[in-house]
Structure formats: C-alpha cells, structure tokens
C-alpha cells in the first residue's frame, strides 16, 4: 500500500483545528470596525483577533475537555467553537479588569494614592 500524500497528512492535522479556525473566522467577520483606521490597521487587528480566538480555543478547550474527561467528540467540538467565537470578547473583559488589579495592590504595597 502506498504512503498517503502529504495534501492528506496535512488535511488530517488540520481538521483538529477545524472548530476553532471556524469560530474564530466567524468573530473575525462580526467585529465592529473603527472608521478611522485604515486598511493595515484594520488588517492587524483582524489578524490579532483570530489568532486570539485560535489560542484561546485552542489551550482553554483542551484544558477544558482534559478536566472534564470529555470523550465525545462533538462536543470536544462544540467547546473549541464556541471558545472561538467569544474568545476575544473574553481576553478583553480579562484585560480590563488588570489595570484596576493592578492600581489597587500597588495601593495596598506602597500606599498609594489614586
């Protein structure tokens, strides 16, 4: 029997990423653009939002499934789409909250003021 060719080796390793590529496509094309940036700036952001929700798909739903022990595989799925689709939403609700974090326990250390 022959070796498969690489097309398929590759098409095989990227259908592990398939839910998350889509969710994270999908929050690409639903974010709301500023009028006043022009086309680079509009294409950096985009390409951070994807790999953003790639990441956060990709990590937060494995460590996802492997707590929880999940052995179907639509579901392991479902949860890598859906991490895709709101994983922007979440590193910005997350990166809002360290600058307030942060001021605070700088005011409990050095006792400062605002």
Known sequence: ???PSSFFVLAKGLMKFAPSLIGSFIAVLSMPSKPDLTFKQKLLAGVIAFSTGMGVSHFAG???ISYM???DLLVQDGIKFAL???GLTLVNNIMSEINPWFISLRQKIFG???
């Open 1 to 3: 029997m022959s070796e």
């Open 112 to 114: 400062e003021s605002k």
């Open 62 to 64: 494995g460590a996802i």
């Open 84 to 86: 895709g689709l709101f």
């Open 69 to 71: 022990a999940l052995p």
